[in-house]
């Protein structure tokens, strides 16, 4: 239920319902509210697309099941997925490639990202801010690197300066350091 597919070498969309795939009919789209390019389509118009849905919700909206029981779309999002049960967006590449989130800016197209399996940090994390710059890493034994891109223990916390933590508090903090659960 919900799956829409472009067949590039009939020029046509396709649904799946009861069994069998049907066509959508966008050369007789009475409303011109799709349009074809090639092989890529897309809407005339200003309103929402939806699939599993009769009511989405943002831009593009994706609904399996009977959704996420009413919750809303936060206010700014452009697009939504949502499942009954559990959910995921997947981004998958090679194994010698990374997949990543970018965030950008109308400034910077790359003002940080997530990135996984990244030269930097092979089937690890990065976490990178300062127009693509990595600041913090997640590595794939579980050391997590901040100012380190290589870390060797736990946690490795490397800074320019002299000052690597800063502790501000309204009373006395204590910051304790254990071995061996002493």
Partial sequence: QGLLVYNSQR????????????????????????????????KNNSGFVGIGTTTPSTLFHVRRGSGAGGVLPFGTAAATIENSGDVALSLLSPNANTSSIHFGLNSNNFAGA???????????????????????????????????????????????????????????MYVGFYENDI
Wanted: no cysteine.
């Fill in 11 to 42: 020029g046509q969309l396709f649904y799946y319902e009861t069994g069998t795939w049907k066509a959508v009919a966008l050369t007789e789209d009475v409303d011109n509210t799709w349009t074809r390019n090639g092989s890529n389509i897309y």
């Fill in 114 to 172: 997530i990135s996984f399996n990244s030269a930097f940090v092979p089937k690890g994390f990065d976490f990178r801010t300062r127009a693509g710059v990595a600041n913090m890493v997640l590595d794939s034994l579980g050391n997590v690197g901040i100012g380190d891109l290589t870390p060797s223990t736990r946690l490795d916390v490397t800074s320019p300066s002299n000052f690597v933590s800063r502790f501000n508090g309204p009373d006395l």
